[in-house]
């Protein structure tokens, strides 16, 4: 959540309000305004409050037109209407809202079952705000093994996690709020993901476990677990170091087990201990639901787990939080169900295909380079040709959001710093006529940015922002 502080001492002026919001008398029921950064002294009418708010948010971005984010912005009215039912239940009141829970808990019997679990009905999980607390939760789980494993040593010896520099920044907030050590592997050339043998070359006693990520956020590229997991095997062939790993498939997890079928990243692979994904991006529910799941019981230390009955009745839970929404749960078991194998191959297959298709069509234009094309994420990251001088990737960025395309430019991690890129995340709702429209304005751009002196945008960190 971002962090925000209060306004400056001399920014104390009120809202300027429309008289007409005041529906019984549009003179006396606007004699005062509201403050903008304090409590006002008396109550507004609902239809007046909701006014003012609503008339701020206009001048948001449109969701629909948001290419930088990876998270669900269209549903269908029905889930919609599921979800305004279940607003007011707390999730985490399993007794008293026990149908839910019911939900909760077959949602994640169906996805063991998506990501092969050996026995579904043994594999434990639970739901999330996000992938980043599930990111959280999988992490402690991964440190509070190891550490029983060297109680001997520990906290004496310092923990490590081992991934590619380009994983998302949960995973460097959960190296810095549970003290561990962040071992990555940087970028290399052409490679804009982890190295499996470089990744197990970092590993050693003290390594907790190793992050593969099913879906880069930097270019939509699958990180190759399998290869992974035949590292750490070899190595524990050499050395004896058992070391789990765990699969970040914010995205990915969603797309693969329908798309690439023949893939084997998941719980196939015995060295695969846990699996996150986040409802809220290509599980295709409304943000704020995201999941983790363990092999079994053994791969979640049940000392993690806490238990309350002060609710009624005995409840566990592994969280960070504790009382959330059941909305964004309902709305899942909703998508699960109204959709199916079937259903989720059909829409994720069309979001490929758009990321394809203009993809390509953006490398026909000839100022730009592909450097991934949708073909596993529906995402493709592209910069400018070698031969482009007169404006760079932020320029592009810039002008696309003066039509209000918001598509992201910014420069990739260790040792990549040289290579500035755009990136375009299709999902569902983002529908051919939309691309050809985006195309369009991307076409209708170039002239004019072919024609300036040199690129324009001067500070590059403030020229748009990297949304995950």
């Known amino acids: 959540m971002a962090l925000h502080k209060g306004p400056d001492k001399h920014e104390e002026r009120s809202l300027s309000v429309n008289p007409f919001f005041g529906e019984a008398n ?8 509201p403050p903008r950064h304090r409590l006002p002294d008396a109550p507004l009418l609902p239809t007046t409050a909701y006014q003012v708010v609503h008339d701020e948010l206009m001048l948001d971005g449109n969701s629909r037109l948001n290419l930088a984010t990876f998270v669900t912005t269209w549903m269908e009215p029905q889930a919609g209407v599921l979800m305004a039912e279940c607003r007011d239940k707390n999730m985490i009141d399993k007794d008293e809202y026990p149908r839910t829970a019911e939900l ?24 999330t705000t996000g992938s980043s607390e599930a990111c959280m939760l999988a992490g402690m789980a991964l440190k509070r093994r190891w550490a029983q494993r060297n109680a001997d040593r520990y906290p004496g010896a310092r923990p490590n996690l081992v991934m ?11 190296c810095n709020f549970w003290e561990v050590e962040a071992r990555l592997v940087p970028m290399e050339g052409d490679r804009y993901h982890l190295d499996p043998q470089a990744a197990a070359e970092l590993c050693d006693e003290n390594t907790i476990g190793v992050v593969g990520i099913l879906g880069s956020t930097f270019d939509g590229s699958y990180e190759p677990i399998a290869d992974l997991c035949a590292a750490l095997d070899a190595l524990q062939e050499r050395t004896g170091l058992d070391i789990p790993v765990h699969v970040d498939g914010a995205s990915g997890a969603m797309i693969a087990p329908f798309l690439d079928e023949d893939l084997v990243w998941d719980f196939r692979l015995p060295r695969v201990a846990s699996i996150n994904t986040s ?6 529910v409304y943000p704020g639901v995201g999941w983790a799941l363990w092999r079994d019981q053994e791969a979640l230390p049940e000392e993690l787990v806490f238990r309350v009955n002060y609710l009624g009745g005995d409840m566990p839970t592994f969280a960070l939080n504790f009382s959330r929404p059941g909305a964004q749960v309902v709305a899942q078991y909703y998508t699960f169900l109204r959709l199916g194998r079937d259903g989720y191959r059909a829409v994720q297959q069309t979001t490929r ?13 000839g100022d730009f380079r592909l450097l991934t094309q949708g073909d596993q994420l529906p995402v493709f990251a592209f910069t400018t040709a070698d031969d482009v001088t007169s404006y760079d990737v932020f320029d592009v960025s810039r002008r696309l959001r003066e039509h209000g395309w918001l598509v992201p ?13 755009l990136r375009v995340v299709c999902r569902n709702g983002f529908s051919v006529d939309l691309a050809e429209l985006f195309l369009e304005d991307l076409s209708r751009l170039l002239p004019e940015l072919r024609r300036q002196p040199h690129p324009l945008t001067r500070d590059k960190a403030a020229a748009t922002g990297f949304h995950h």
């Open 26 to 33: 549009p003179v006396a029921d606007m004699t005062e305004a």
């Open 164 to 174: 590619g520099v380009n994983v998302q920044v949960c995973w460097d907030k959960f």
């Open 409 to 421: 430019a910014y420069t990739f991690p260790p040792n990549r710093e040289d290579l500035a890129v």
């Open 104 to 127: 909760e808990r077959r949602c994640v019997a169906m996805l063991a079952d998506l990501w092969h679990a050996h026995d579904p009905s043994t594999a434990v999980g639970c739901s």
């Open 353 to 365: 295909d758009v990321a394809m298709g203009l993809s390509a069509r953006v490398a026909e234009l």
């Open 279 to 284: 409802g809220h991006k290509y599980g295709l």
